[in-house]
């Protein structure tokens, strides 16, 4: 039997119960329309046929004080809506994080966001692990200029340094001609209809709902050796005199 065979008698997998949040780190406020957002719909739709519950937010719409603790407030901004943003995220078994390119980087919206979660990171889950352990993680670049692996490494590397799991080829991205040019949603400009992106796009949503799958299957990434709450505790497996560390 050929791998297209398998392929096509394969029932289409199902998702349901998990759940995705794409944070849309676009400069525009709603209701501008958002090149960003509409690469992050095709992944979108892709999850949502197959049962994943999904949520999308701008986080430019919403007022994300300056910091890295959980809640700015207490810390002297005026407000913070992170908190209730925050929650989302623990919700979330897969997060997207999704930009624009300014200057051959990701956009201060999206430096914000890593850095709320950054702020978050130290929290445990109830396995006394790192509170992002179990959950998947992508991201979704657009730009008409170069960057798209410069800004995918950046943010890719940062959510796995926080605890999230990340698939094989998680990213995914469209810039056009190099230069000043027509941006994705663009009449004319080719990026819905370009094959590249919506191969590594559609590529980069079902690694993320079967890694996402087979961690909720597995009840998480194991604990033994990567829990905060024993090390902490002294119980520091596999290091010689751990009391003189």
């Known amino acids: 039997m050929t791998e297209a065979s398998v392929d096509r008698a394969a029932t289409p997998p199902r998702f349901d119960g998990l759940r995705a949040l794409f944070v849309n780190a676009t400069l525009k406020r709603s209701p501008e329309p958002s090149n960003t957002d509409g690469l992050v719909r095709l992944s979108g739709r892709i999850m949502d046929e197959h049962g994943v519950e999904v949520e999308v937010l ?32 623990l919700a979330a078994d897969i997060l997207v994080l999704a930009g624009p390119i300014w200057l051959g980087d990701n956009s201060s919206v999206m430096k914000r966001v890593v850095e709320r979660l950054y702020g978050c990171s130290g929290s445990l889950n ?31 590397y940062s959510l796995q340094h926080l605890g999230y799991t990340i ?9 056009g001609s190099v230069g000043p040019g027509p941006s994705y949603l663009d009449p004319g400009s080719g990026g819905p209809e370009n094959d590249f992106t919506n191969r590594n796009t559609t590529f980069m949503t079902y690694n ?16 033994y050796g990567n829990r905060r709450s024993q090390w902490d505790a002294g119980c520091a497996p596999d290091q010689p005199n751990p009391e003189h560390r």
């Open 167 to 175: 698939p094989p080829q998680a990213d995914a991205g469209w810039i």
């Open 208 to 223: 993320l709902m079967h890694l996402a799958a087979l961690l909720r299957d597995a009840g998480g990434v194991p604990a």
């Open 126 to 156: 109830d396995a006394g692990q790192y509170v992002y352990y179990g959950r998947v993680a992508g991201c979704v670049i657009t730009g008409n200029e170069d960057g798209i692996k410069h800004c995918a490494m950046n943010l890719l």
């Open 58 to 89: 701008r986080a430019v719409d919403h007022a994300i004080a300056t910091g890295v603790w959980p809640d700015m407030t207490q810390h002297g901004a005026e407000v913070d809506e992170w908190p209730a943003l925050y929650e989302k995220v």
